[in-house]
């Protein structure tokens, strides 16, 4: 039972892998190394850019791969913790 969790997070990043290939050869890129937050984002314009370089990742990571491999391990505890 626990290990649909991390089937889940393996279909999910095969997920993510094939949709940034296809987006890959669909959409015209920009590659910069930092982020300017200054600037607005333009979403109408053709153009799009990625950034290498993002402090925002490494969190991000990290509560998607906890909330997929504590949802099995919801289960048996909160059945534990019947008093």
């Known amino acids: ?3 649909y969790g991390a089937i889940s997070i393996i279909l999910i990043s095969f997920f ?3 949709v940034g290939i296809v987006s ?3 959409t015209p890129f920009k590659i910069m ?3 300017d937050a200054s600037a607005p984002v333009d979403f109408e314009k053709s153009l ?3 950034f290498l370089v993002n402090n925002n990742f490494t969190p991000l990571a990290g ?3 906890i909330g997929y491999f ?3 391990v919801s289960i ?3 059945r534990n913790s019947r008093n």
Request: overall charge neutral; hydrophobic content about 45%.
């Open 1 to 3: 039972m626990t290990s």
């Open 16 to 18: 993510i892998i094939g």
């Open 24 to 26: 890959l050869t669909n």
């Open 33 to 35: 190394t930092i982020p």
């Open 48 to 50: 799009r850019e990625i």
């Open 63 to 65: 509560v998607l791969g």
């Open 70 to 72: 504590l949802h099995p």
């Open 76 to 78: 048996p505890i909160a």
